[in-house]
């Protein structure tokens, strides 16, 4: 089965501009999650979504923002980009919010490496 | 506030050696852990879990230690092998209230041949 497909894989955007990525999960999966990996700080989360809706949000600015679609697809945006956003972007998808074992497929994508110049 | 610790930025193992990642946590709400492997340019994989009511869990040659009292877990990786060459995180969920996963910063595997 296809995996999380993450677009695009690279960006390179101007500090003040916006940016938007998208995430496909696997089909089927209605659960989406993003993170952004910096190095030093790991993987922190942004936010995740189930069924259009957002159901947790991590500690980021009003900057970042997200949807989901009926499709179960989701976009994140990140408005007035800073040089501090430059990281690589995650998306994960599983069936539901709980799960997130080998059984039940919490699966990343590749990722989006974003910079910020 | 970093729920979740990797203190070893870095570990280097021979090959056919054992292989040791420490996790720390400081939520004690925490009940369900997982390990994740990530080579450069991929997204993580995940690689072993352990839910609270266990202390060990074995697939192959990883093995998850849960020290509760001690807010600690391990990942044992035995024999090691070149391909084990690596970032892992550990990362850590509480079953009630949010669903989200607290990870931690990464520890660079790196098995010499």
């Known amino acids: 089965k296809a995996g999380v497909t993450q677009t695009p894989r690279y960006l390179i955007k101007t500090r003040g501009q916006q940016v938007t990525l998208s995430c496909s999960p696997i089909?089927?999966?209605?659960?989406v999650s993003w993170y952004q990996q910096t190095p030093g700080q790991g993987l922190q989360f942004l936010f995740e979504?189930?069924?259009?809706?957002?159901?947790n949000k991590g500690n980021f600015p009003g900057r970042f923002s997200g949807r989901q679609f009926s499709n179960s697809r989701s976009e994140m945006n990140v408005s007035t980009l800073e040089l501090g956003d430059s990281a690589l972007y995650l998306c994960?998808?599983?069936?539901?919010?709980?799960?997130?074992?080998?059984?039940?497929?919490?699966?990343f994508g590749s990722g989006t490496r974003l910079t910020v110049v | 506030d970093q729920q979740v610790k990797q203190n070893s930025p870095s570990l280097s193992v021979q090959e056919g050696r054992i292989s040791i990642l420490n996790c720390d946590y400081t939520?004690?709400?925490?009940?369900?852990f997982l390990w994740y492997k990530k080579y450069p340019a991929e997204g993580p994989t995940f690689l072993i879990s352990?839910?609270?009511?266990?202390d060990k869990n074995e697939d192959g040659r990883f093995t998850v230690f849960l020290n509760k009292s001690a807010k600690h877990l391990s990942l044992h990786i035995v024999p090691s092998q070149p391909g084990d060459s690596a970032v892992y995180f550990c990362?850590?969920?509480?079953?009630?209230?949010?669903?989200?996963?607290?990870f931690g910063t990464g520890t660079r595997l790196k098995v010499l041949a």
């Open positions: 089909s089927g999966h209605r659960s």
């Open positions: 994960a998808s599983s069936l539901t919010l709980r799960n997130a074992g080998r059984n039940y497929g919490y699966t």
């Open positions: 990362a850590a969920r509480k079953t009630s209230g949010t669903y989200k996963y607290i």
């Open positions: 979504y189930f069924s259009e809706t957002q159901r």
């Open positions: 352990i839910s609270s009511i266990k």
């Open positions: 939520n004690s709400m925490f009940d369900y």
